[in-house]
């Protein structure tokens, strides 16, 4: 039957491409394998493919240097994702925080969240800051020029190989979604075409999600972070209160301007209600005085 050529093969396809898929982690000979298996020049190009890209990531792997000689900058040709924080005490911190904004804007970056507010009697400014990694550096340095540095920190994590690596999977998996879409006009059965659409909407699935970590990955190493936190400073320390008969006089002198600003405040809480009950109250104390006379007079 001229059919039996492609139904044999189609499990076959089906059992040997996650092998092909599979070897972009790094084992080329299973990619060798697969092709065959699966007698498809679409397959032998995924499994090409995805051995070549695993090549890739595992020199990149090698040639990675340790974190430690990221501190002196970020190496060229690396994928370095950058973090930073940075605290300054200012004198105000409303305004500092638009300074920082305008100085962000200025380094090609921008504030993806901010937040004010105050504590114990200090105003503070929080800041979430991306700009670009090779211009961290100096965007810190003019924050902190804008009041008095108190803590600064920078980490910087080599990621190259997650990257090399995360290429090559979203490499194999669009070569190995490619042949089985190739396939699917040449499925002559209602079980092979619903074997094929389910095997593609899986692969679909997990192409998408390499896709987002490959995307999620460009955007961390493309723009450094930077969390800022500008604090105002304190109230000035009080100053120690004298002792001796001098101190008393002063502490007995404030406690009764206290209790006098207190009374005042009753008062004139009080006030206001104490006019309309004496005008409603002396009408009835009248009256009820002429009753009280008029006994007295009977007897």
Request: net charge neutral; proline share 5%; charged share 15%.
């Amino acid at each position: 039957m001229p059919r039996t050529p492609t139904r044999r093969a189609l499990p076959a396809l089906l059992l040997a491409l996650p092998l092909a898929l599979g070897a972009c982690s790094g084992s080329g000979a299973g990619s060798s394998d697969a092709a065959p298996a699966a007698g498809g020049a679409g397959a032998q190009e995924a499994a090409s493919g995805a051995q070549g890209a695993a090549v890739t990531a595992a020199d990149a792997t090698a040639a990675a240097p340790a974190d430690g000689a990221l501190a002196g900058g970020v190496l060229p040709g690396r994928a370095v994702v950058s973090t930073a924080t940075l605290a300054v005490q200012v004198g105000d911190a409303a305004a500092a925080a638009e300074r920082a904004a305008d100085l962000a804007a200025a380094a090609g970056g921008l504030v993806t969240a901010s937040s004010t507010g105050g504590g114990e009697g200090a105003g503070s400014a929080r800041l979430t800051v991306r700009v670009p990694g090779e211009r961290l550096a100096q965007l810190l340095d003019d924050v902190a020029a804008l009041g008095r540095q108190v803590e600064r920190s920078t980490t910087a994590a080599d990621v190259t190989a997650e990257v090399a690596d995360v290429d090559s999977r979203v490499t194999s998996a669009q070569a190995v979604l490619a042949t089985f879409r190739a396939r699917l006009p040449q499925a002559t059965t209602i079980p092979d075409v619903l074997a094929l659409e389910g095997e593609i909407a899986r692969r679909q699935a997990d192409l998408e999600a390499l896709q987002a970590r490959q995307r999620s990955l460009a955007d961390q190493v493309s723009l450094a972070t930077a969390e800022v936190l500008l604090r105002e400073d304190g109230p000035a320390a009080a100053a120690a209160a004298p002792g001796g008969f001098t101190g008393g006089l002063a502490a007995g002198w404030g406690a009764l301007l206290r209790v006098l600003g207190a009374a005042a405040v009753a008062l004139g809480a009080v006030l206001p209600f104490a006019v309309p009950a004496a005008a409603l109250g002396a009408p009835l104390l009248v009256l009820h005085r002429r009753r009280a006379r008029r006994p007295a007079a009977g007897s």
